[in-house]
DNA sequence: GTGGTCTAGACCACC
DNA sequence: GTGGTCTAGACCACG
């Protein structure tokens, strides 16, 4: 089931990102443990060196904590994740506005373009 | 003037972004000269040939044109501008949601989170 | 009461050094009965494996000795102790004075630091 | 001129502690440009990635910063490169009163030793 | 030339 | 079994 990691960003960036996602939107619950470095690298496709690093970053930014011998878990700490889902949120939406208002388009044009994309490509929300 | 380029992305990429930003919004009108590799390196700080491959690129995606000896000019095809600042907006917001979606955010927070950010970055919309 | 085990350095060195320590200031008498291996585990919160690690080291420097089906005793030699206690010493300020001299910093300075830190962070001495 | 990495401690966390002893005390200046990571890897004769992390390392606590496709250079901040002096200064006294305390010894038992072992092992400070 | 990423495969310490 | 480090060697993007 390996993914495809398209994206100019490196790959392990990218999982970064993914796993913040996960974990931010409840796939994995504070203090579960992840995948193993090694079955985390088969499930993705990539060498279990990249996953190390895709842990430690994790580790870095206090989203999850390794246990010597045991394994790398979620943090158990909720009120870091609650924070972590803020931040993810509000650094995208300025990332987007910011590009949004270099181009000079008006709120109402992405609204519309946000409302027409949001039909056509998330029917399942 | 130099500008910073902090983020990870390539410095060429990000030039094309804000070029095309500029010119999508008509701070470059359709046909217009763009400032001379020389100048334009100086005027944001950066390494000549990093210009030249900026320029290059908005080449290939036909944004601008080279004319031998002359200098390079914004297309003067509107409709391709057009086309252009569709796309962006497209791509744009089709990445925002992507990313929102990833991680489980409702529209509504959002919505709300864009408010609240537009109201204090984006005053002078 | 489990302690923390912060360092990067490996749990049972740590634990081996912290049983120097209590073992050279006397918090455990020449001859003394350590805890078990599984009373000591649960006390420190680790492994057993991981305390039976540090009882083999202690043992190996010749600072413990184990009785098969009695236990782990503190040597009775107390010229191994005192020479424990001066080798301690030696190695740690060894080893400090090394890592000042290798930062440029001159003895006024790092006893400065010292008187002002032992005021700060040892007021029960 | 191959150095020796006999500590337990990683490669990399010698190498960047090391590093950091060096800029401090003024091996090098502020803004000055680091060896590359190609010619670093040779002259301490490691693994170029292992010396990619050092780097990394440093810049991520902003004592150097790389400028793509230039090199990495010690931070110009003087600021932050005299505040990284104090605190590994503090940070090195502070856990040698800590293995002191912890052993039991006196300040005046600890300043002795010192003393004797400046006289032997530092005559050209 | 520079730094950055990735893979493959090894070895180690820890639990 | 786990994570952590290191090497070797490759490829890439950037200046």
Same mark, same amino acid.
């Given at each position: *089931?390996?993914?495809?990691?398209? #994206?100019?960003?490196?790959i392990?960036? /990218?999982?970064? !990102?993914?796993? %913040?996602? !996960?974990? @931010?939107?409840?796939?994995y #619950? ?5 995948? #193993?470095?090694?079955? *985390?690298?088969?499930?993705v496709?990539? +060498?279990? +060196?990249?996953? /190390?690093?895709?842990?430690? $970053?994790? $580790? ?9 011998? /045991? ?6 700490? !909720? ?12 650094? =995208?939406?300025?990332?987007?506005? =910011?590009? *949004? ?7 109402? $044009? @992405?609204? !519309? %373009?946000? +409302? $027409? ?9």
């Amino acid at each position: *089931m390996a993914a495809e990691f398209a #994206s100019a960003q490196p790959i392990y960036l /990218q999982l970064v !990102q993914r796993l %913040c996602g !996960q974990i @931010v939107r409840g796939a994995y #619950s504070p203090g579960e443990r992840l995948p #193993s470095i090694r079955d *985390m690298a088969i499930e993705v496709g990539v +060498n279990p +060196n990249t996953v /190390q690093r895709v842990y430690s $970053e994790l $580790e870095r930014i206090t989203v999850a904590e390794t246990r010597r011998g /045991q394994g790398t878990f979620v943090t158990s700490d !909720q009120g870091r994740l609650r924070r972590l889902r803020e931040e993810l949120m509000v650094s =995208h939406v300025t990332a987007f506005l =910011h590009d *949004m208002r270099e181009m000079g388009f008006t709120a109402e $044009e @992405v609204l !519309q %373009c946000w +409302n $027409e994309l949001r039909a056509l490509s998330l029917p399942e929300e």
